[in-house]
Structure formats: structure tokens, C-alpha cells
């Protein structure tokens, strides 16, 4: 039983100190995104990146449901509009 308690122990101090640890650091300190302007930065920009994709995913559902509607009534048997050249 101590030789395992033994891994286990020396195992947690082995990531503690690594990148996870000082996370783990820095989140008990306090520090966090608003204390970095690049962090800041970055996560100002991944919003605009969201906000994009969020317009995007929106034009493609309107699509999506148009085609829908074009092909409902092609089961009708309602022409469909011809192509524009």
C-alpha cells in the first residue's frame, strides 16, 4: 500500500508543477483573462469569429429552408420557378 500512495504522491507533485499546476496557481491568485491584454485580446476576437459564424450558420438554415419549401411543392406538382441566366 505505500508503494502505491508513494506513485500517487510523487505523481501529483510532478504535475503540480507543471502548466496545469501554475493554472491551477493562477486561478487561486485571482489572475484570469482581464489580468492579460493578449488573452484579452484573443477572446475579443473569438466573439467576433462566433458572431460571424453565428450569421453564417443562420444564411445556411434560410437556405436550407427554402430548398425545403421548393421541394414541397415540387411533390405537389407545382412547377418550379425557372433559373435566372
Known amino acids: 500500500m505505500v508503494p502505491v500512495a508513494m506513485f ?3 505523481g501529483l507533485v510532478v504535475i503540480m508543477r ?3 499546476g501554475q493554472a491551477i496557481a ?3 491568485r ?3 483573462a482581464e489580468a492579460n491584454p493578449r488573452l484579452r485580446e484573443e477572446l475579443d476576437h473569438l466573439r467576433l469569429e462566433v458572431d ?3 450569421g453564417q450558420l443562420g444564411e445556411a438554415q434560410e ?3 427554402f430548398a425545403e ?3 414541397a411543392r415540387r411533390d405537389e406538382n407545382v412547377p418550379l420557378p425557372r433559373a435566372r441566366e
Do not use: T
Open 18 to 20: 507543471g502548466p496545469l
Open 63 to 65: 437556405r436550407i429552408d
Open 8 to 10: 500517487v504522491m510523487v
Open 52 to 54: 460571424e459564424l453565428r
Open 69 to 71: 419549401r421548393l421541394l
Open 26 to 28: 493562477d486561478r487561486i
Open 30 to 32: 485571482g489572475a484570469s
